[in-house]
């Protein structure tokens, strides 16, 4: 299992990214797809989540701004970040869970400055 991620940048206080990523190889129709995010100096921390056929999770410093969604047909989870602070600088990963394997993709950086 391959997870490719992208549309991190540099983003204004206010502004938004969306975040894309992509899951190939071999993913059963069962998991949970989430992002995470690691701060200079800090530990990597859950943003979000979302099972293929439950409810989403998230960190309560995100709720409100952020919203993650999916695509099954695709395979491919989105977080839409809105309302950016300073503090949501940091490096994103994609996370896919079945089986109690887990993947991580490449972290794409998004940094949040005026």
């Known amino acids: 299992v391959q997870l490719q991620a992208s549309g991190g940048g540099l983003v204004q206080p206010g502004g938004s990214l969306r975040l894309s990523c992509a899951a190939s190889?071999?993913?059963?129709?069962?998991?949970?797809m989430g992002w995470y995010r690691q701060a200079p100096g800090k530990q990597r921390e859950l943003v979000a989540i979302?099972?293929?056929?439950?409810?989403?999770n998230y960190a309560d410093s995100v709720k409100g701004r952020f919203t993650i969604s999916r695509d099954n047909a695709k395979n491919i989870v989105y977080l839409q970040m809105n309302s950016l602070k300073a503090e949501d600088t940091a490096v994103y990963y994609c996370k896919l869970e079945q089986r109690n394997i887990y993947f991580w993709g490449k972290g794409t950086l998004d940094t949040v400055s005026s």
């Open positions: 190889g071999r993913i059963f129709s069962s998991n949970v």
């Open positions: 979302i099972p293929s056929g439950g409810t989403t």
